[in-house]
């Protein structure tokens, strides 16, 4: 599904969705339109419907005008007659009968059939499939993630109505509402160069012909200018303000009360708990036009880390040396993926963080996906031998031991802020299980466009790629000093979803193989860093 169709799709049937009620919501279970191609398709085969019912509950009205005209026409014939000699047509007996006739009957008639509702069974579908629209949170959600990929792929307004995303064009294009909601997350996020830019998109989008139609989903030029001059004020131009106000037919008189009130109420932008982290350096590396740096590393296979190796090498690629990240190729089949999706996936929950409130979570800004679980404790037993499976592979691959492991789903515009796998001590399974050492990454599916994971103070990037396994260290091998030049994050996915078992190497699970006390560094500075 290309990511702009989405965002219209959500966008469009989100409007109507506003009014429902949790009891209405309640009987359907819970979707996940930004991750589950079933729930998108099952969106659009929707919008389909309600656009067929649209066109019929037009035909009955269409229907009832035509009636309405013909009537107004056989009601004209008579009047036509008189024009002109109106004393001489009524002295007709015959036309002086039907006309009290028809005045005291017809329009009685008349007035009774203009009073029929038409379309009811129409608007009553379209109430009923309501409860089945995106929710404000949901078309919130897709919007901020086509702004996340603008930011992360620097993708220009004048491409992005072209449908041009990263060197790839996407057939496909936005409209002026869009165009005003991306304006609209970009001034929440104080970001008023890029807003400015689509709102005047937006007004230049708008097409004579279709004012009918905006009006109708209440979407208003006035709207876009009002926050366009905001732009302007908040950039320190408001002169620029002033003209664009006055433009405007219905604003000029107000302009100045108007502007008044956007220099003495500044508009306070969205905290950072509330936005991705998205540093240059990071999204940089992310973009098409990355490139990594060749190196003199090589391609070998593994046929020495276990036994069973001899037997069934391993190709191996070395990416870094110091720090030591390696990519394993064709490790899993594609029937062990198959069998850990099965077990894993309906486990799967959105991403969240804690509220203020006790216990109340909300979706995460810095990592946007489901998750799901750590441990096998929550999977039926007959997912067992496949988990064991991937245990023996990491085994063979790294000689170490697992028994932490979660997968993660990315959908349209998911990713995952730059940061660290080890814990810092921050968690308290550290002192029960030592830090995260090491991380194995399983990718389960190829990533049409984005969605590669990146390595910023090494300027690495790594395209998900199915049967692929990427193994670094957090850890100096010798010390076990926490290396900060581990720095990773997952760069937007563009189009289609990134699915990947993630799996971290404690340090005490290793006690029989290899030293496990040694603490390095780890303590000398106080590290927050979410994971």
Known sequence: MLPLLILLILTSAAGQSQSQTSTETS??????????MADRMELLLLDRELISNLVQYAEELQEKVDVLQRCAKAMQIPLEDSKGREEEYLSNPLHSFQLIRHMHEDWRHLEKFMRQTVGQDQIS????????FPSVEETEEATEAIYRIILTYNVEPADLVKGLIDGMHYNSSISAIDCFSLG???FHFGEYENAAQFLQYSLDLVKPEYYSVNHVLEFESSEVIRLLARCSVELDMVEDARRILMGHRDLAEHSERLLNFYTHTRHVPASWEEKPFLPLEFIQICRSSHQNKPSRLHCRYNATTTPFLRLA????EELSLDPYIVVYHNVLSDAEIAEVERVIEPFLKRIGRYGEMENSMSPSKRRTGLTGPHRDDYMHVSGAPVIERVHRHIRDMTGLFMNEHQMIKYGLGGHCDHHYDFLNASYPSTHAMGDRMATVLFYLNDVKHG???????????????RGKVLFWYNMRGETHDLDRRTVHGSCPVIDGTKKILSCFINELDQMFIQLTYRP??????NIKEWH
Do not use: C, D, I, W
């Open 184 to 186: 609209t997350v970009f």
């Open 451 to 465: 969605g590669s994971t990146v390595f910023t103070h090494l300027q690495l990037k790594v395209p998900s790629e």
């Open 125 to 132: 579908f379209l109430k009923n499939k309501a409860t089945k």
């Open 313 to 316: 090498p391993l190709r191996m």
């Open 27 to 36: 009987s359907y279970p819970p979707k996940e339109f930004m991750t589950s």
């Open 520 to 525: 390095g560094n780890r303590h000398s500075e």
